[in-house]
């Protein structure tokens, strides 16, 4: 139980002393309310109003983590196809998750959410 104390008692020190040194030798920088405001791409900062974002940038990115994630799904399928053992299950998973990619693309196409203007 000491022991655990002690380690307690070092780890927090060291902590404090890294702390009190970030504070000592850290640039004191002037920051304006340039600095202060997150970085939005494309949007200029300075205005005080709010502009919309655009959803298609919403809807490419959810598109294309959905690829991906299947992708990623068929890609471990490759190594059990060089097995040789079960060779009707991968055909039929492999064809599954494959039309599972043409549904969704088939989806995203019937919606227009391929489409950038209108």
Same mark, same amino acid.
């Given at each position: 139980?000491?022991? *655990?104390?002690? *380690?307690?008692?070092?780890?927090? $020190?060291?902590?404090?002393?890294?702390?009190?040194?970030?504070?000592?030798? =850290? @640039? @004191?920088?002037?920051?304006?309310?340039?600095?202060?405001? %997150?970085?939005?791409?494309? +949007?200029?900062?300075?205005?005080?109003?709010?502009?919309?974002? !655009?959803?298609?940038?919403?809807? &490419?990115?959810? /598109? +294309?983590?959905?690829?991906? &994630?299947?992708?990623?799904?068929?890609?471990?399928? /490759? %190594?059990?196809?060089?097995?040789?053992?079960?060779? =009707?299950?991968?055909?039929? =998973? $492999?064809?599954?998750?494959?039309?599972?990619? /043409?549904?969704?693309?088939?989806?995203?196409? !019937?919606?227009? =959410?391929? @489409?950038?203007?209108?």
């Amino acid at each position: 139980m000491i022991k *655990f104390i002690m *380690f307690l008692m070092i780890l927090m $020190s060291i902590s404090l002393i890294m702390l009190l040194l970030n504070y000592i030798f =850290s @640039k @004191k920088m002037l920051m304006n309310r340039e600095k202060k405001t %997150p970085f939005e791409c494309g +949007f200029s900062p300075i205005s005080k109003k709010r502009q919309p974002f !655009s959803i298609h940038f919403f809807l &490419i990115s959810l /598109i +294309f983590l959905i690829f991906d &994630i299947e992708l990623t799904v068929l890609i471990p399928l /490759i %190594p059990s196809f060089m097995m040789k053992k079960n060779l =009707s299950m991968w055909v039929s =998973s $492999s064809i599954l998750i494959i039309l599972i990619l /043409i549904f969704g693309t088939i989806l995203e196409w !019937s919606e227009n =959410s391929f @489409k950038w203007f209108k």
